[in-house]
């Protein structure tokens, strides 16, 4: 069974730091490209990060370029996100999500989540 | 950024009825276009993707179509366990992007 697993989350000021992690089993985490969502209480899904099977094609969205960066270890079958400079807009649950490459890209598989909170 | 629009923003359909929620991108997209279950508290689940395919475990009174830069998403006979939001989500080109949501309540 297909599991992703986020901790790491949690309330941190303004201009703080956190570190996501997620743990995976059930699939060879080395084949599969990965991302990070995330959703600001009551709102809508944002895309924030991808990261390809072997770290070679990384992408942000431009409202955390700069701030955040997405990181794996194939060994350890774990993907990560460090988040830097937090502001209040970076307040969400964090889902880290596996890519799906069949004629399109899609999210296959989900976390349950880990929020961040960003409050000072 | 590719935009995409969601229709209607929320609906109230009753059990056994059909529902249909579009999904309008802002250029060209050809069918990369996936669309996606959320219920309270829960990750989103993957229901379509490019426009059409049925993702693997997925009933099939979902079904989803294309006409030009819209796309449709349709429940064909909505059972008590659809009563979610769902999205439509673009993998065309980075960054990739989320409709809206559309809300199914309960008539």
């Known amino acids: 069974e297909v599991q992703l697993v986020e901790s790491g989350g949690g309330l941190v000021q303004p201009g703080g730091s956190l570190r996501l992690s997620c743990a995976t089993s059930?699939?060879?985490?080395?084949?599969?490209?990965m991302n990070w969502v995330r959703q600001a209480p009551g709102k809508g899904l944002e895309w924030v990060s991808y990261i390809s099977s072997d770290s070679s094609n990384i992408y942000y969205a431009d409202s955390v370029k700069g701030r955040f960066t997405i990181s794996r270890d194939n060994a350890k079958n774990s993907l990560f996100l460090q988040m830097d400079s937090l502001r209040a807009e970076d307040t969400a649950v964090y889902y880290c999500?596996?890519?799906?490459?069949?004629?399109?890209?899609?999210?296959?598989?989900w976390g349950q989540g880990t929020p961040v909170t960003v409050s000072s | 950024d590719i935009q995409l629009t969601q229709s209607p923003s929320s609906l109230s359909a009753s059990v056994g009825g059909r529902v249909t929620i579009t999904c309008r991108a802002s250029q060209s997209i050809n069918n990369y276009l996936n669309w996606y279950q959320q219920t309270p508290g829960k990750a989103p689940n993957l229901l379509i993707y490019a426009a059409s395919s049925l993702q693997s475990g997925v009933p099939s009174r979902f079904s989803g179509s294309r006409s030009g830069t819209d796309f449709t998403l349709t429940i064909s006979s909505l059972q008590p366990e659809d009563f979610a939001t769902y999205f439509c989500?673009?993998?065309?080109?980075?960054?990739?992007?989320f409709g809206q949501g559309t809300k199914v309540e309960i008539k």
């Open positions: 059930g699939f060879t985490f080395s084949n599969y490209n």
């Open positions: 999500a596996r890519s799906l490459m069949i004629v399109v890209v899609s999210f296959d598989y």
């Open positions: 989500q673009q993998s065309y080109s980075t960054p990739w992007t």
